[in-house]
């Protein structure tokens, strides 16, 4: 029998309605993690440092008119280097370098459940968190694919971001599947997106890849409406900002259902898991739920599979699929 035990309850009456504040409305809220993904060289990284540099000044966020605070940057990136690349841009943006502030790494790499970002976004009062990108910070012993290992690393992130009222922001690479919905081109775990209050997508308006022009559109928004996307170039690492534009995260990755002859529509799907599969082996689920979303069906993906050799195999009480 059921030992009784008093279960500490909170009522409803006891809560008091707030409103979401945002950072950049309705695109990166405050006290939420926003994730921010695109192809590697589309420009994520300026469209992120450019925003920063607005932010540590006075001057309107683009297509606002709205007055407000300078505010502190903390700006963590593994791929690129303070002194040659990061401060001349962020000088060249036209930012307040004494409110763009660095955590030093030298000697021990970050995380996102290091209590360093906790303790540097109280003692700088920082209202925004940057992580670039994802890979290098979310932990070297944790899989992309496993949603039991990122949802935590992520758990670690939320709590700064809602009990300090910052914006975070991640950013991400995207993976290389063709014809999924946007929100299904995260590299790794669905949990990654799911965990994210936003998500925005960086890419390029041009297949010409000379063309600075790039369009940052909403993948998914669970606190307002997805808001239209904005249109900027990225000439010598600084933003221009053009025009804001009605079009989708889906039609500017000419996303669609898998269509064609049967032999188009099996290498499509073998293209598809061989890119799923690349950074190693996934939960069958959740191969087929991505198999399902790029429109393939069962029938066309199990052969497909059975062409590439892909392996399923058990770990505990999950299956996974590997390439061979």
């Known amino acids: 029998m059921l030992k009784e035990k008093s279960v500490d309850i909170i009522r409803a009456s006891e809560i008091e309605p707030k409103e979401v504040r945002w950072l950049w409305y309705p695109y990166i809220p405050y006290g939420k993690v926003t994730l921010i993904q695109g192809d590697p060289g589309d420009g994520k990284s300026t469209f992120v440092l450019n925003l920063a540099a607005l932010l540590t000044t006075d001057r309107p966020l683009p297509f606002t008119e709205e007055a407000r605070e300078p505010v502190t940057v903390i700006y963590q990136n593994s791929e690129d280097d303070a002194d040659d690349t990061i401060l001349p841009r962020f000088i060249k943006a036209g930012g307040d370098v004494n409110r763009l502030v660095f955590i030093n790494e030298s000697v021990n790499p970050l995380t996102f459940s290091d209590e360093r970002l906790y303790n540097a976004v109280v003692q700088e009062n920082a209202k925004l968190l940057i992580l670039d990108p994802l890979s290098s910070y979310i932990g070297g012993n944790v899989s992309l694919n496993m949603s039991n290992e990122v949802r935590p690393q992520f758990n670690s992130l939320i709590r700064i971001a809602k009990e300090l009222d910052c914006a975070v922001i991640v950013v991400a690479h995207m993976n290389k599947a063709q014809g999924l919905k946007a929100l299904y081109r995260t590299t790794g775990s669905i949990d990654i997106v799911a965990a994210a209050r936003s998500s925005l997508l960086i890419a390029r308006t041009s297949s010409d890849i000379s063309d600075n022009e790039r369009i940052m559109a909403v993948q998914k ?30 039609e500017i990755l000419g996303n669609c259902v898998v269509n064609g002859r049967p032999d188009d529509r099996l290498k499509e799907a073998k293209d598809f898991i061989q890119s799923m599969l690349e950074n190693g082996p996934m939960p069958a689920v959740e191969c087929e739920n991505r198999l399902k979303a790029a429109g393939i069906r069962k029938t066309t993906a199990k052969k497909a599979k059975k062409e590439l050799g892909v392996l399923s195999e058990k770990e505990g009480a999950v299956w996974f699929w590997k390439l061979p």
């Open 221 to 250: 928004n669970n606190l307002a409406s997805m808001g239209k996307s904005v249109l900027f170039s990225v000439g010598d690492g600084v933003v221009e900002w053009l025009d804001q534009v009605d079009r989708s995260a889906d």
